[in-house]
């Protein structure tokens, strides 16, 4: 019985995004400590207050504008609600505009590391980057994994980043020592 599946998605693994070309990897500190996840496209996406929320309480707040102040008229609520609208979606444009700008994950790394990249692509299937990617997207995919019987303090993607990005031997040697099914009577690796 084998506890890798192939051709598992990847978003398991938050920082490694699977595209047309290949992967893409983002640094583990772009969205440590922060309310952002990093999507199957590879966007980064605020997780507290999603844009669904904010258009809903827009067309709900409108709704009791108009019917609280339509002075017992269908015509002057409806007229209310179409002006309430837009001036509701501006005001939920501005505040997901001042949290994006209050807590852009991207200005606070900049702030952090200066201009270097956040994000590395690896388009080479023949080279030993893509094999680093497939092997984590592969250990990420696992129920071990998952479960945290396989790496409990989550130290996959800041190897990954390394090894590929970093170009460290010593991350890529620890992630193919992470990714290696355990063989003798003990299984440590499991």
Do not use: K
Not at 29 to 48: H, K, M, Q, S
Not at 83 to 98: Q, T
Request: with cysteine.
């Amino acid at each position: 019985m084998t506890d890798f599946s192939t051709g598992a998605p990847t978003d398991r693994l938050p920082t490694l995004v699977r595209t047309r070309l290949g992967y893409r990897i983002h640094d583990p500190a772009l969205i440590n400590d922060t309310a952002y996840v990093i999507d199957d496209e590879g966007d980064l996406v605020y997780t507290r207050l999603p844009a669904g929320t904010m258009t809903a309480s827009a067309v709900l707040g409108s709704a009791v504008v108009a019917l609280v102040g339509g002075e017992n008229s269908w015509a002057w609520s409806g007229t209310m609600f179409l002006v309430c609208l837009p001036v509701a979606f501006a005001l939920a444009i501005l505040v997901l505009a001042l949290i994006h700008a209050a807590t852009d994950p991207v200005r606070a790394y900049r702030a952090r590391f200066g201009h270097s990249r956040y994000t590395f692509d690896v388009h080479d299937r023949d080279s030993p980057s893509w094999q680093l990617c497939v092997r984590a997207e592969r250990l990420a995919a696992s129920p071990s994994w998952q479960g945290g019987r396989i790496d409990p303090t989550r130290t996959l993607g800041g190897l990954l980043w390394t090894a590929v990005a970093g170009g460290e031997q010593w991350a890529a040697d620890a992630l193919q020592n992470l990714t290696e099914p355990a063989t003798g009577p003990d299984l440590t690796a499991v």
